[in-house]
């Protein structure tokens, strides 16, 4: 199979290092781009539409096809972005605890309220968002210390700009791409009172297979074995 795996908010491409490794060794070809607006030369102010169109253009310039598209957290709707520029070079959608918008949302609207407070009240005047290690430690409640605080580490601040930036998603509904959301039911990343993964943001993708394994939100790193085995379950015809 052939992934496109993109990242969620405060990570970078590295972020799939482990399952990419145990992808490719069996066999797979494995795509984890950075989007702008991440990582080390971030831009504060990039749009969401940007955002999008660098994974669009990364399939389009390197020709891929038969892509299984997967998005972690913010990354799904990236991912449902990409899908409407490219669908026919796409085999499935795989949103991974990710956001799924409507037509017109943005990612702020689906931020619950508690959450939304606190990243408004750490924002920079940049208009960036640094996570605390505190409130990252609910993002990996699965993780001992010494792999939490390495994970931590590999963050970067994201930029907020986009995630208030209604989203066109014309057509999402109705694309023929089939679409799977894998869940890792130990995610605690928020209250569950108030946010849940799935059901919650899957409802909106219509009919979709439905893939779960154990672990948090940053399963990609405490288990990337058994996530890159989910993937290729979930991608699965």
Same mark, same amino acid.
């Given at each position: 199979?052939?992934?496109?795996?993109?990242?969620?908010?405060?990570?970078?491409?590295?972020?799939?290092?482990?399952?990419?490794?145990?992808?490719?060794?069996?066999?797979?070809?494995?795509?984890?781009?950075?989007?702008?607006?991440?990582?080390?030369? !971030? %831009?504060?102010?990039?749009?969401? /539409?940007?955002? +999008?169109?660098?994974?669009? =253009?990364?399939?389009? #310039? @390197?020709?891929?096809?038969?892509?299984?598209?997967?998005?972690?957290?913010?990354?799904?709707?990236?991912?449902?972005?990409?899908?409407?520029?490219?669908?026919?070079?796409?085999?499935?959608?795989?949103?991974?605890?990710?956001?799924?918008?409507?037509?017109?949302?943005?990612?702020?609207?689906?931020?619950?309220?508690?959450?939304?407070?606190?990243?408004?009240?750490?924002?920079?005047?940049?208009?960036?968002?640094?996570?605390?290690?505190?409130?990252?430690?609910?993002?990996?409640?699965? !993780? %001992?210390?010494?792999?939490?605080? /390495?994970?931590? +580490?590999?963050?970067?601040? =994201?930029?907020?700009? #986009? @995630?208030?930036?209604?989203?066109?998603?014309?057509?999402?509904?109705?694309?023929?791409?089939?679409?799977?959301?894998?869940?890792?039911?130990?995610?605690?990343?928020?209250?569950?009172?108030?946010?849940?993964?799935?059901?919650?943001?899957?409802?909106?993708?219509?009919?979709?297979?439905?893939?779960?394994?154990?672990?948090?939100?940053?399963?990609?790193?405490?288990?990337?074995?058994?996530?890159?085995?989910?993937?290729?379950?979930?991608?699965?015809?």
């Amino acid at each position: 199979m052939r992934f496109v795996l993109v990242h969620g908010s405060w990570h970078d491409g590295s972020c799939w290092d482990g399952v990419r490794q145990v992808l490719t060794a069996a066999g797979h070809e494995v795509h984890t781009p950075t989007l702008p607006g991440n990582g080390a030369a !971030a %831009d504060p102010t990039v749009s969401f /539409a940007r955002t +999008a169109g660098a994974v669009a =253009e990364l399939i389009r #310039r @390197a020709d891929l096809r038969d892509v299984v598209l997967v998005g972690h957290s913010l990354g799904g709707a990236v991912v449902q972005a990409v899908a409407v520029a490219v669908p026919d070079r796409l085999r499935r959608l795989v949103f991974h605890n990710a956001y799924v918008l409507a037509d017109g949302d943005t990612i702020f609207q689906h931020v619950p309220p508690s959450a939304a407070a606190a990243f408004t009240s750490l924002a920079t005047p940049e208009g960036t968002l640094m996570l605390p290690y505190e409130a990252f430690r609910s993002f990996i409640s699965d !993780a %001992d210390e010494q792999t939490a605080r /390495a994970a931590y +580490a590999r963050l970067t601040p =994201e930029p907020l700009a #986009r @995630a208030a930036e209604p989203v066109a998603l014309p057509g999402f509904a109705d694309l023929p791409v089939p679409r799977s959301y894998l869940y890792a039911v130990d995610d605690v990343a928020f209250p569950p009172d108030e946010f849940r993964w799935h059901p919650g943001q899957s409802q909106r993708l219509g009919e979709f297979r439905l893939v779960e394994m154990p672990g948090s939100h940053e399963v990609l790193f405490t288990d990337p074995q058994s996530l890159a085995a989910k993937l290729v379950e979930a991608a699965a015809d």
